[in-house]
């Protein structure tokens, strides 16, 4: 059964980048069972903010508002896919998440989260 965890540092300074990496096990990352490698962040208080999305072959794909500061990338030997946010700010706090998805919006697969502080 596919299972995504997420990891990443608790507390974050201002003008810092955050990496936040999800582990997947049980399905490869690189084959057609899931097309999508889906990041969201969920801020205090709000619904889930998609953030960007990766296809089994690689490709990316970025939220307009995020997409100055992300960048995604993968390691196929550990299954993992990642993705930076730079010059973070305290608006940038929030729970994270990585999810698997047939399309590249809705994760039909969730991790459980990781929640960020942004905070000097």
């Known amino acids: 059964q596919l299972q995504l965890q997420e990891s990443g540092p608790v507390l974050v300074k201002p003008s810092q980048s955050l990496p936040l990496t999800c582990a997947v096990s049980?399905?490869?990352?690189?084959?057609?069972?899931?097309?999508?490698w889906i990041w969201l962040l969920q801020p205090p208080g709000k619904g889930p903010e998609w953030m960007g999305a990766?296809?089994?072959?690689?490709?990316?794909y970025y939220s307009p508002s995020l997409k100055r500061r992300t960048s995604g990338s993968r390691d196929t030997s550990r299954n993992q896919f990642t993705l930076k946010v730079t010059s973070v700010t305290p608006e940038d706090t929030a729970v994270y998440y990585c999810?698997?998805?047939?399309?590249?919006?809705?994760?039909?697969?969730w991790g459980q989260g990781t929640q960020v502080t942004v905070s000097s």
């Open positions: 999810g698997a998805g047939i399309t590249s919006i809705v994760p039909v697969v």
């Open positions: 049980c399905v490869s990352i690189t084959t057609t069972t899931y097309y999508y």
């Open positions: 990766m296809r089994y072959g690689g490709s990316t």
